[in-house]
């Protein structure tokens, strides 16, 4: 995948003028696999990116957030150790190495960007909080208020983990995200009325004011299958903010022969 879009990315170079930079000011270069986590590979990657002029590294993994922090809001320090050790340790060390990457890339001007699926969450949030099951049909309820609580203290805890993160690319609507309104319905009377549009605002409202305050960016890039769902994702981002960047897939290439 990374070895396509440079490759894209040279020709553009080469059939225009060939001492001039590409005019785009975002040129991303994405990473969508576990070589994001070999350094050597990574490196590799940004050796490239500086030869061809690209200037944002994007480590797309629908569970990045939740890979960096537990929110300790609602798992402290002590509970984690406790019972959690391993999983603790393992945020640790992805905390550690993504502020490393984070370092690499700015050393070569270029910027980083995490892409999510949200919301996304661990499985042990339900277990500690049985309140957002609708208990008529077992399914975990989008609308529950809980989550909002648990965004924003996800990404206040990201942002203090990870300062130099320069912005994230979420994908709210998508049918990968673990919770969403698009997707995840759970059958109470607060689904079923829904205003998915006021759904997805409040999303992308919460996370763009948090990434706002410590000046980055949110980028919203969705591949819903209908113009429906896509609307109702763009009209969600405009309520949210115009400053929300909107980055869009132009084919569906990728699920259609």
Not at 87 to 116: D, K, M, P, Q
Not at 210 to 231: H, I, M, N, P, Y
Request: with cysteine; net charge neutral.
């Amino acid at each position: 995948m990374e070895r396509h879009f440079v490759e894209r990315r040279r020709h553009v170079t080469l059939v225009g003028q060939k001492t001039q930079p590409c005019s785009f000011a975002f040129r991303g270069l994405e990473i969508h696999s576990l070589r994001m986590f070999d350094t050597t590979q990574v490196l590799n990657t940004l050796d490239i990116m500086v030869r061809f002029g690209l200037n944002a590294l994007i480590f797309h993994r629908n569970t990045l957030l939740d890979d960096l922090v537990f929110p300790e809001k609602f798992y402290s320090m002590q509970k984690m150790w406790d019972r959690f050790a391993p999983r603790y340790s393992w945020t640790l060390n992805i905390r550690y190495y993504i502020n490393n990457i984070i370092a690499e890339c700015h050393r070569r001007g270029i910027a980083f960007f995490a892409e999510v699926k949200e919301l996304s969450f661990d499985e042990w949030i339900i277990e500690d909080h049985p309140e957002v099951r609708n208990p008529q049909t077992g399914r975990v309820c989008p609308m529950h208020p809980f989550w909002w609580e648990y965004l924003e203290a996800k990404m206040d805890e990201v942002l203090d983990s990870v300062p130099e993160l320069d912005g994230i690319i979420v994908s709210p609507g998508t049918l990968e995200s673990k919770l969403s309104i698009s997707a995840n319905k759970c059958g109470c009377d607060a689904c079923r009325n829904a205003d998915d549009t006021g759904w997805n605002a409040r999303l992308m409202g919460v996370m763009h004011e948090k990434l706002k305050e410590r000046g980055k960016r949110l980028v919203v890039r969705d591949f819903c299958f209908s113009a429906k769902d896509q609307t109702t994702i763009l009209k969600g981002a405009d309520r949210a903010s115009e400053e929300i960047v909107i980055a869009l897939k132009n084919t569906p290439h990728d699920y259609y022969p």
